[in-house]
């Protein structure tokens, strides 16, 4: 098992940064750890993905650029900082693990909580 636990959500205004942490406990060893979010009234979507042995990193086109994922493997903590935020941003912001290989957009056996986002104009 493996839980995972995110913080570092809140309002923030449009244009803004937030960093999202998302700490990892239990039996770590993942192949990808990823960010997921869902937007009010909408289904959950992928965000971002990082090989958790390091490297490669994925991002889903409307948060290139803006989006960074990383990773603490001495604190088994995983980042996102996101930067330039705009309204459509606001979500539920999951972290998750996968400990397959595979399509980094699905197919998470782990999921945390969720923490909140709100990005106003």
């Known amino acids: 098992q493996v839980q995972l636990v995110e913080s570092g959500g809140g309002l923030v205004q449009a244009g803004g940064s937030l960093r999202l942490s998302c700490a990892a406990s239990?039996?770590?060893?993942?192949?990808?750890v990823g960010w997921f979010r869902q937007p009010p009234g909408k289904e959950r979507e992928f965000v971002a993905a990082m090989s958790w042995s390091g490297g490669s990193t994925y991002y889903t086109d409307s948060v290139k650029g803006r989006f960074t994922i990383s990773r603490d493997n001495a604190k088994n903590t995983v980042y996102l900082q996101m930067n330039s935020l705009k309204p459509e941003d606001t979500a539920v912001y999951y972290c998750a693990a996968k400990t397959t290989w595979g399509d980094v957009r699905v197919r998470y056996d782990y999921w945390g909580q969720g923490t909140q986002v709100t990005v106003s104009s």
């Open positions: 239990g039996r770590t060893f993942s192949r990808y």
